[in-house]
């Protein structure tokens, strides 16, 4: 089952800030939280990771809660093109590899 | 950098008969593969984990001698769905881990339809 719980839907107009929560209150210490998109009919596109400290990337931040128990996406300026379905997800140890177990995702809208 | 590559992109096939699905990392070398499907509407679910020269670990509930999974080279694994019958009509989808030591990290295929009539 996944470690995670996202709202349904959101929306935001464009040139905004989208900001996507997500809770994974079930978090191990050495877990990871990552952030993936899938654009409809498309393989999800990796959009950034973390641990315990803040991230930022080209494409994103991610804010992660001091306790780890939830972490927020943030799209600085949002554009059409980032209409998609975002996915949280906790990277659980699995054998001797790992797991990224899929939620059911945030749809994200960006309205003109 | 980091592109997976997937073969074929869509394909429709006859009850009965075996798909094979390839994946390919084509700027990088991938230690571990995975093998996910998504239904219409759903989210990814997680098949199998493929690491280079030894046999796949298959998730509870995914029949192994019917998604059979060769990870023959380090850029290259393969999905099989043998036997395909309509209700293995799915979007099936690949990633594939470079293995860094900084972050381990699954870049994904575009997805391949398949259609079992």
């Known amino acids: 089952d996944a470690k995670t719980t996202q709202p349904t839907s959101m929306d935001c107009a464009e040139g905004r800030a989208a900001n996507l929560p997500c809770n994974h209150s079930t978090i191990s210490g050495n877990e990871y939280v990552y952030w993936y998109r899938q654009i409809h009919s498309q393989g999800p596109q990796y959009i950034i990771h973390?641990?315990?400290n803040n991230e930022t990337n080209e494409m994103a931040s991610l804010i992660i809660t001091e306790d780890r128990k939830s972490s927020t996406l943030i799209l600085p300026h949002a554009t059409l093109r980032d209409t998609a379905v975002y996915y949280c997800i906790v990277r659980v140890a699995a054998d001797s590899s790992y797991k990224l177990i899929f939620g059911s995702g945030t749809r994200l809208l960006v309205r003109p | 950098g980091a592109v997976v590559s997937q073969h074929p992109s869509r394909v429709i096939c006859k009850s009965g008969t075996s798909v094979k699905i390839e994946c390919r990392s084509l700027d990088f070398q991938a230690t571990t593969m995975f093998w996910y499907r998504q239904f219409p509407k759903q989210s990814l679910m997680l098949m199998a984990t493929?690491?280079?020269?030894?046999?796949?670990?298959?998730e509870q509930g995914v029949e192994k001698d019917k998604f059979l999974i060769n990870h023959a080279s380090l850029t290259l694994s393969t999905l099989t769905v043998t036997s395909a019958h309509p209700e293995d009509s799915s979007f099936y989808i690949c990633s594939a881990d470079p293995g860094t030591l900084y972050q381990e990290t699954q870049y994904f295929g575009p997805g391949t339809r398949l259609l079992v009539l």
């Open positions: 973390g641990l315990k």
């Open positions: 493929s690491n280079e020269g030894s046999k796949a670990t298959y």
